[in-house]
């Protein structure tokens, strides 16, 4: 199963909105429409941040949110702001019992 | 509360094996599955496979199958993942988490700390 493709890089000045992408590579129904995205700050644990394409954790701002269309699934950060600066990965539930991440993608905030 | 302890630092040489256990506790570890998720030096996160807590029932990527086991012991709430034939490309930091279809949407909702593995003669 190859990784979802995720840009390398994003950037946003703070108070800015930023989208994020996750494409899958198969068009396949029923693949990729359970996705999931982590924040990873450097040294650090991920922390999930979405779940289930667009639901939040207990604790997770509300300047975070997901959607999905067609085989694509987008994380926005709104309201950017300097500790959002992290690596973040999709991840999806593609069947068969496995799972498969995304590239990552780094957000700088200028 | 929720938590996963991992087993610390390992270094091994080509060949070798290694075990890292996952100690849960702060929930009914046998509804959930724990899934193994490994990170290589500036690399992406890559998942590894799954154990449902409760049945047993395993799964492995493909990329891993023939060269990692996950089991559990159920009383002690404890997952294993024990990789074999260990090579260089295998130093990495080894997370478990655990995950739920319908409680957590198949995402991976708590982590360990992480286990960093160091391959290298």
């Known amino acids: 199963q190859s990784a979802l493709t995720q840009p390398a890089s994003v950037s946003g000045s703070p108070g800015q909105s930023i989208t994020i992408s996750c494409t899958g590579t198969?068009?396949?129904?029923?693949?990729?429409?359970?996705v999931s995205w982590y924040q990873q700050h450097p040294g650090k644990v991920p922390k999930l941040i979405i779940f289930?394409?667009?639901k939040r954790p207990s604790g997770v701002s509300n300047r975070f949110s997901g959607s999905k269309s067609g085989n694509t699934a987008s994380l926005t950060i709104s309201g950017l702001q300097t500790e959002d600066e992290a690596d973040y990965y999709c991840?999806?539930?593609?069947?068969?019992?496995?799972?498969?991440f995304g590239g990552g993608t780094k957000l700088t905030v200028l | 509360q929720v938590q996963h302890l991992q087993s610390g630092a390992e270094v091994k040489k080509p060949g070798a094996s290694v075990k890292i256990s996952c100690k849960a506790s702060?929930?009914?570890?046998?509804?959930?599955?724990i899934q193994w998720v490994r990170q290589a030096p500036g690399q992406r996160l890559e998942w590894m496979g799954w154990?449902?807590?409760?049945?047993?029932?395993?799964k492995v990527s493909q990329k891993f199958q023939g060269r990692v086991t996950i089991t559990r012991d159920t009383a002690a709430t404890i997952a294993y993942m024990e990789m074999t034939n260990l090579r260089s490309e295998d130093t990495a930091e080894y997370y478990c988490?655990?995950?739920?279809?319908?409680?957590?949407?198949?995402?991976?909702?708590?982590w360990g700390q992480g286990t960093p593995v160091t391959v290298s003669s």
């Open positions: 988490a655990r995950e739920h279809d319908t409680l957590s949407g198949y995402a991976f909702d708590y």
């Open positions: 702060g929930y009914t570890f046998s509804i959930y599955a």
């Open positions: 154990i449902h807590a409760g049945n047993g029932n395993t």
């Open positions: 198969n068009s396949d129904s029923g693949s990729y429409n359970v």
């Open positions: 289930d394409g667009g």
């Open positions: 991840c999806s539930f593609v069947g068969s019992g496995a799972w498969v």
